[in-house]
DNA sequence: CTGAAAGCGCTTACAG
DNA sequence: CTGAAAGCGCTTACAG
């Protein structure tokens, strides 16, 4: 049986307008009247209609997310930190994969604008090379946040770890490390992550004056387990020796290993690994790959974070203040590159 | 700058009733007034506003989806399976995770109802235990499909795997590697799933005439690794002796190798382990983990394929019709079980 | 403290 | 083929 505040207040020989005010706790409606109400509403089960408040109000209270896939630990933890705060701070969450397609992305940025969300929080799929679908959302007034991966150009706000330090703090682990023949199975050309990553790989080698060798980098489009282990083989057969390798996600990573433990090469002693993410799988496989952990969760929580304050700005003094936050990272050291020194 | 109907019939010459036929390609508009008016509203980035077309429509194309948690693979692969369902049938979903509490999940099958969605899916946080809120999707006319944590009694469609013939097969598969103590770490004892599993795992005992032991038997109530480790240190420390162990969960199970492993205790040869999902880590853990196999994406593909038949169903007949699925599970042969006969 | 009235942006039965 | 009008369920400025 589903009631309409016109029922209701006929029920109860009140106004709409009476009942509307007592339901959201108006100060110019009596503590009585409000009692009885909200004591009715609750014995005959009225759930609002959102939909309809949001015609007046302008708020839907929604926000839309938008993932390149979400079957991934590292989105799936994001996904749990955004979760978290929208349910605290009593927000609707609208949530779509891209599949690592910009048309699909498109299509759901412009689904989410017609859902008349309040915000939108995604990470960019790895080919969109194009953002007009981006400045879409900030044209209709609504709140953006990149995350992960961002598009450095686009104006909102944005919450990424510094790929180009950890790049760096992983490489420059494996130079500690007695390595000098340094690979990287960098990520594809277009993500800002993997590119920062890789400057980070050049700027450790740099610094610790060891000659750049590009034969020694690959390019592992969807950072996969497969691809891992095919990046790796194509490397031996092409008689490149290596001591260390930096992979661009743990997957990767473990690909790698799998290869090399075929070949009795020995990890960590013969070849260090470092992988990026810290997965659950990197503390199971033996050896135990070492990692750069990026604080998930967290990223998932600063990124509504970003958003609420954006939207309480907005509300408040009418403008915008697009903030740009990088979290740290944190070598995670592992059996993979604890070689006997 | 946002744009109504009303505008863009201005701006055209025609009337608000007009356009909106237009866009939704009603057959008694004109071939050339459509034209003109698409051209337009592309032109002009038109949104359409959903949440006012639904107060005359009564369709929000929207699903509401809630999880007991989703930093789970288990979870995610459910998730990719409902969502690309819903991208492809033009369905936004809405989102929570009741982090196993079943006050949570009451807030958001409520706050889903004021959404006005069209249907809600999910699976039953552990100690959900009533179910006056599920009647509640239901007598507001809202499509209800559980699956993976379901409620038997609830008058709704469902979608499980066959838990008690998936910890048969489980059991029977250590029993025919010549295993026959066996002792089970069951789930939390409210979960459909795990009563299920564990009354397979008495069948297959019973069928093959060993005789079923309580004390062999150890509940994990959040079935993490953490917990394996410590149930199996228990048990250990008790002095029972085994020679098969079925988890019920692949996590509960990597934690009770950690420890056999610790304890110098060959694996599979003094024990047999086998856990259940078949998660990624399962594979690359030492011993590689025999599992059983849930079809998770298969799992969520079919929760939104039985809403979209009901939702036909009501909309053409006026009647629902629930179905109840279950799929079959498959048992992965990996290390932990590969016991020389 | 309470109510009457307008209007948010659509869709749809109806008239022409 | 096109348009005028009503109404979906709310909220809010205004009057009393």
Known sequence: MKSSLKQIAKALNLSTA?????LNDYPDISLATKKIVKSYVKKVGYKANNQAAYLRT?????????????????????????????QKNNYTLIIGHSKESMDEEKRLVNQF????????????AQNTSEFSHLEDVVSNETILVLF???????????VSIDDKKAGFNATEHLIKKGCSKIAHFRGDLNPQNSIDRYLGYR???SLHNINYDANK???????????????????????????????????????????????????PNEICII????????????????SIDQKA??????????????????????????QYLELKTKLIKRESTDKIL
Chains 1, 2 share one sequence.
Do not use: W
């Open 18 to 22: 009476g009942v509307s005010k007592a």
């Open 58 to 86: 302008r708020k839907t209270r929604t926000i839309g997310v938008i993932f390149p896939e979400v079957t991934n630990h590292f989105f799936s933890e994001i996904l749990e930190g955004i979760m978290d705060q929208a």
């Open 113 to 124: 604008l017609q859902q008349k969300v309040d915000g939108i929080l995604m990470s960019l």
């Open 148 to 158: 992960d991966k961002i598009a450095r150009t686009v104006n909102c706000s944005k």
């Open 203 to 205: 700027e450790a080698l």
């Open 217 to 267: 980098v690959l390019i592992s489009r969807k950072g996969s387990v497969k691809e891992g282990y095919l990046l790796a083989k194509k490397l031996y057969e092409s008689g490149i020796k290596i001591d260390g390798l930096f992979c661009v996600t743990d997957m990767v990573a473990l690909g790698a290993i799998r290869f090399f433990k075929e070949q009795k090469i020995d990890i």
């Open 275 to 290: 992988g990026f993410s810290k997965t659950m799988v990197g503390s199971f496989v033996n050896p135990s790959l070492t």
């Open 297 to 322: 969760i967290k990223m998932g929580k600063m990124a509504m974070k970003l958003f609420i304050s954006e939207e309480k700005m907005l509300r408040t003094e009418n403008r915008l203040e697009n």
